[in-house]
């Protein structure tokens, strides 16, 4: 089965109704919470970095966007 994943922004008081009919529907839901909480639960744990390690890494990825 082949899948598509879609964002969809909707207002707090009609997020309930949205949910039940995408449930009804069997569609997978995925919060922005849910996929952070799965990454941060999928990262490695015991990463040997130093904190100038970090440093040059974040120097790094801001001029690779300047």
């Known amino acids: 089965m082949q ?16 949910l039940k009919l995408l449930k009804s529907m069997d569609v997978e839901i995925q919060t922005a ?3 952070i909480k799965k990454f941060i639960r999928s990262a490695p ?3 040997p970095l130093t904190d100038e ?9 801001r ?4």
């Open 45 to 47: 744990k015991n990463v």
């Open 3 to 18: 899948t598509d994943k879609i964002t969809i922004v909707v207002e707090r008081k009609k997020k309930r109704a949205l």
């Open 53 to 61: 390690d970090i440093v040059r890494e974040l120097k790094a990825a």
């Open 63 to 66: 001029q690779k966007r300047a």
């Open 33 to 35: 919470e849910t996929v």
